[in-house]
């Protein structure tokens, strides 16, 4: 009873055949046999997926359907080539890729390996086919990536540079080429980690070290000295990470901002001399305005004097003369103050009060009656606000607007709105008049000294 039964025989040969047929249909590559004939004898549910046919529609049919028409008589001959070789089988790849044709019509790449085994009734060619559509996608988007960065990175006016941890360049560009003075070195055919790299010193800087110890991107300027003169670079050094987040290379892109820099020098050294003499400036004004107060006090004061000199022989168109001299005079002595509050705007914060805007324009227009009775001017008020401001200097912002107002004119009488309205967080006051305007074109002309 040493010896297998015909019956255990059969029944092992049978669970060998089913474990084979699941193989084949839960297979994810499409598995194909075919006779002498080419026809199809062999069509699992991969190759179904594949192709688009059913194993109905192809059991029996010619392998000619699944492939471009182009590719039919090419296929016979490598078959037939294959059987005279001898070799019972080639390997997925060994045969180069092939096409294969959908039943929609369309082509794909694919890879295939294809075994031989003779049967009483003749070959059998069974071929193993990938679909590598994906593949050969990816490869596409692959390389055009790698097109595009090679040619950003050529191209670049930047030094741009790739470094591994022990400072061994694996991608120089040209300009960083040109600017470490490289020789022997073809800029534009040298591939990431070339062993031309290999002239140059292997070292990690201190900014390399503070990317590996902040693991985050550096900027620092740097200076390098290259066609006899030195040039200053903005350089941002950064982690390049695996999948794993580990960090294997450092990169770096450094602009040329030497005439940046040069014009940073130069306005910082224009606004100091700028600022020296605004210093100058204001101390200037501090002085004149201090000194003009005194020839006021002793304008109001005479005035007072000679009223009460003449008493009641003084005439009263006299003495309605003299009430407008000493007006003026106080506005006056209100504008020199306001010009000393301005000469102190370096020295101490300038002084602000509740102002009545509209008292303050109506002061404005007494100063200007004059030049208002000699033009004609009509003087539209809407109604003003009380604001927290400098009244001085509200006073002679309102007084030099209506002035201009009145005073450049096409001929007509002059009619200046001074109106206001309220935008919630501020007030808008608005001074709008007949005359000539303000070309668009010598705007920035006029208001840059205020800028």
Not at 24 to 32: E, G, K, L, N, Y
Not at 85 to 97: I, T
Not at 308 to 326: K, N, Q, S
């Amino acid at each position: 009873m040493n010896g297998e039964s015909e019956c255990d025989s059969e029944q092992r040969f049978s669970l060998s055949e089913d474990h084979l047929a699941q193989l084949i249909t839960q297979a994810a590559d499409a598995i194909i046999s075919i006779n002498a004939d080419h026809n199809v004898i062999l069509f699992n549910a991969a190759a179904e997926r594949i192709f688009g046919y059913s194993r109905d529609e192809m059991i029996g049919a010619n392998i000619a359907r699944l492939l471009p028409t182009s590719a039919v008589d090419s296929h016979r001959k490598k078959i037939a080539d294959f059987h005279k070789s001898g070799v019972g089988a080639r390997l997925m790849g060994q045969r180069g890729e092939i096409q294969g044709r959908r039943k929609n019509g369309n082509t794909f790449a694919a890879d295939a390996s294809i075994s031989l085994f003779e049967t009483p009734d003749g070959p059998v060619y069974t071929a193993m086919i990938r679909d590598i559509t994906d593949r050969k996608e990816a490869e596409k988007s692959y390389f055009e990536y790698r097109a595009c960065f090679k040619a950003i990175v050529d191209l670049s006016p930047a030094k741009i540079h790739i470094k591994d941890l022990n400072g061994h360049y694996l991608l120089l560009n040209p300009q960083n080429l040109k600017i470490l003075g490289a020789k022997n070195i073809d800029a534009g055919n040298q591939e990431f980690g070339s062993d031309a790299y290999d002239q140059f010193q292997e070292f990690l800087d201190d900014h390399d070290q503070e990317v590996l110890k902040t693991g985050g991107a550096v900027e620092r300027e740097e200076r390098i000295i290259y066609d006899d003169k030195e040039h200053v670079f903005l350089t941002t050094k950064f982690p390049i990470r695996d999948d794993t987040g580990n960090i294997t290379s450092i990169g770096a892109i450094g602009s040329d901002v030497t005439e940046r820099i040069m014009h940073r020098d130069y306005v910082e050294k224009h606004n100091q001399e700028l600022e020296a003499l605004n210093n100058d400036l204001s101390e200037f004004n501090y002085i004149a305005s201090h000194d003009l107060q005194e020839p006021l006090r002793t304008l109001t004061s005479f005035s007072k004097l000679l009223i009460d000199d003449l008493g009641d022989d003084l005439p009263d168109v006299a003495r309605e003369d003299i009430h407008f001299i000493t007006e003026a005079t106080e506005r006056m002595h209100k504008l020199v103050v306001g010009l000393l509050d301005l000469s102190r705007i370096n020295r101490d914060e300038i002084a602000l009060d509740e102002v009545d805007l509209r008292n303050c324009l109506d002061n404005v227009c007494v100063s200007l009656k004059l030049a208002i009775d000699e033009a004609g001017a009509t003087i539209e008020i809407g109604d003003l606000p009380s604001v927290t401001a400098n009244e001085a200097q509200i006073a002679s912002v309102l007084q030099n607007l209506v002035s201009n107002a009145i005073k450049f004119q096409n001929g007509r009488n002059p009619i200046v709105q001074v109106l206001a309205e309220d935008s919630g967080n501020y007030w808008e006051i608005t001074v709008a008049d007949n005359g000539i305007g303000i070309d668009a074109g010598q705007l920035n002309q006029i208001f840059a000294p205020f800028k």
